[in-house]
């Protein structure tokens, strides 16, 4: 179990670290203004005043569209970040889970598995994966893969032709909440059935109407399918995920 009043949540104001409030009453919630990732003096003060003994680490940038044109930004926040992260929990032994992405994987096959090979096909995955780069260098630490967005379906249309392991952020916030509860390491994937966006969207509210689109009309590459297999979490729930 992580120790009462100890956990420290990057990204604070982001969607899912204003969800995982509930389930860490007592959790130090920062964003950029206290907790910046790119500014190691600021980062080492605050750990040194508030002596967290677990970071999760949910800040990120995370606009996949944007990312494209703003590599610079992928670099110093989800890159070299994370790794600026990465060297102050090993030089404070703090506990490190680090919240990555469904869309390391190049989405040929889906139901991806822990240990299967990792493609990234955009360079917001590529940045994330760079991240998990250093958060593998660290003992202490656990990567969970995952995928969410909010409870209510933000857009007039959703995609017909790529399939998620996608959930509405409150639900998926309990599932990662729980993991980090249970104390485990290494690399985890954490999201629901296999199922196509559109079916993702129709599923949070039945009653909206949702359009339908391909993947095929964006201008940045999406991977196809990257359901995730949860059988590795669902044993540490004695079989449900």
């Known amino acids: 179990m992580t120790e009462k009043g100890k956990v420290l949540v990057t990204g604070g104001k982001g ?13 130090i919630f920062v964003d950029v203004e206290e ?4 500014n190691t003096v600021q980062m080492e003060a605050f750990l040194s005043a508030n002596n967290p003994k677990t970071i999760i680490h949910c800040a990120a940038y995370t606009f996949v569209p944007k990312a494209e044109q703003n590599p610079d930004k992928l670099i110093d926040i989800n890159i070299a970040g ?10 404070y032994g703090i506990k490190l889970v680090y919240i990555s992405t469904d869309y390391v994987f190049d989405g ?20 994330k ?4 780069c250093a958060v593998r260098l660290y003992d202490n630490s656990l990567i969970i893969r995952t995928t969410f967005g909010p409870d209510v379906f933000p857009y007039e249309a959703a995609f017909t032709d790529q399939w998620t392991s996608r959930e509405g952020v409150t639900v998926m916030a309990k599932k990662i909440a729980d993991l980090i509860k249970k104390d485990v390491k290494g690399v985890f ?17 039945p009653s909206k109407e ?4 391909s993947i095929k ?20 729930f004695g079989g449900r995920s």
């Not at 969607?15 to 959790?27: C, M, N, R, T, V």
């Not at 994370?82 to 929990?89: E, G, M, P, Q, R």
């Not at 994966?129 to 998990?132: I, V």
Request: proline letters at 5%; hydrophobic letters at 35%; glycine letters at 8%.
């Open 210 to 213: 949702i359009g339908k689109r």
């Open 15 to 27: 969607l899912l670290a204003s969800h995982l409030k509930a389930h860490f009453p007592d959790g």
């Open 129 to 132: 994966l760079g991240g998990e």
């Open 217 to 236: 009309e964006l201008d940045v590459s999406l991977p196809q399918d990257t359901s995730l297999d949860t059988a590795k979490l669902a044993n540490i």
């Open 35 to 38: 907790f910046d990732v790119t």
């Open 189 to 205: 994937h954490v999201g629901g059935p296999r199922k196509t966006v559109y079916e993702y969207a129709k599923a949070l509210d």
């Open 108 to 127: 040929k096959k889906g139901m991806y598995k822990e240990d299967d090979p990792v493609f990234p096909v955009n360079k917001y995955a590529w940045s």
């Open 82 to 91: 994370t790794s600026n992260v990465v060297k102050l929990c090993v030089k």
